[in-house]
T-cell receptor, first 110, second 116 residues
Framework: SQQGEEDPQALSIQEGENATMNCSYK?????LQWYRQNSGRGLVHLIL?????REKHSGRLRVTLDTSKKSSSLLITASRAADTASYFC??????????FGAGTRLFVKA | DVKVTQSSRYLVKRTGEKVFLECVQD?????MFWYRQDPGLGLRLIYF???????EKGDIPEGYSVSREKKERFSLILESASTNQTSMYLC???????????????FGDGTRLSIL
């Protein structure tokens, strides 16, 4: 397993705007996951994209994966105040362990 | 929905005490994990278990031990609590799936542990 590196570390936007977070990793992966963590709570799994997929959607979430650049992005469209949270990517190389990065802190202003 | 329950949201203990953090999951998951989360450091894996009575060290096992006597329960033990173990502790579980893919993890709400 390996650690993803999220960018930016923090992001502040207005409600209704789109939020984009990026993740880079170092070696080949089988899949990549994104998680959200609200303040003082545990992580919640958002979406998993496999290495042979380029894009995946779930509601207002859009995830892209570029394995040639070893990067992924998470786009949240029409952000709401309730989207304020930390977002983590987790590149998966198989096995039991998943290693999380430090995350992107998103703040959506109402 | 999978539910992972951690026994305490907040806990205050004294230096030198033996501390038990309990975690229970209700989805018959094979894998269970303990992490600690500190500001600026993200989540760090302490221990994980892929089956009853099986355990593997994570990245920061020193000062901790674990117990998994039943499939649904995974306990984290601080043998002799120290102030540098003050942290947020998160438990998670996942199914095994295929061997070449990391499965989504389901987290509890965490235990904020303070060691005085």
């Amino acid at each position: 397993s390996q650690q993803g590196e999220e960018d930016p570390q923090a992001l502040s936007i207005q409600e209704g705007e789109n939020a984009t977070m990026n993740c880079s990793y170092k070696t080949s992966i089988n899949n990549l996951q994104w998680y959200r963590q609200n303040s003082g709570r545990g992580l919640v799994h958002l979406i998993l994209i496999r290495s042979n997929e380029r894009e995946k959607h779930s509601g207002r979430l859009r995830v892209t994966l570029d394995t040639s650049k070893k990067s992924s992005s998470l786009l949240i469209t029409a952000s709401r105040a309730a989207d304020t949270a930390s977002y983590f990517c987790a590149p998966g190389t198989g096995g039991f362990k998943t290693i999380f990065g430090a995350g992107t802190r998103l703040f959506v202003k109402a | 929905d999978v539910k992972v329950t951690q026994s305490s949201r907040y806990l205050v203990k004294r230096t030198g005490e033996k501390v038990f953090l309990e975690c229970v999951q209700d989805m018959d998951h094979e894998n269970m994990f303990w992490y600690r989360q500190d500001p600026g450091l993200g989540l760090r894996l302490i221990y994980f278990s892929y089956d009853v009575k099986m355990k593997e060290k994570g990245d920061i096992p020193e000062g901790y031990s674990v117990s998994r006597e039943k499939k649904e329960r995974f306990s984290l033990i601080l043998e002799s609590a120290s102030t540098n173990q003050t942290s947020m502790y998160l438990c998670a579980s996942s199914g095994t799936g295929t061997s070449d893919s990391n499965q989504p993890q389901h987290f509890g709400d965490g235990t904020r542990l303070s060691i005085l």
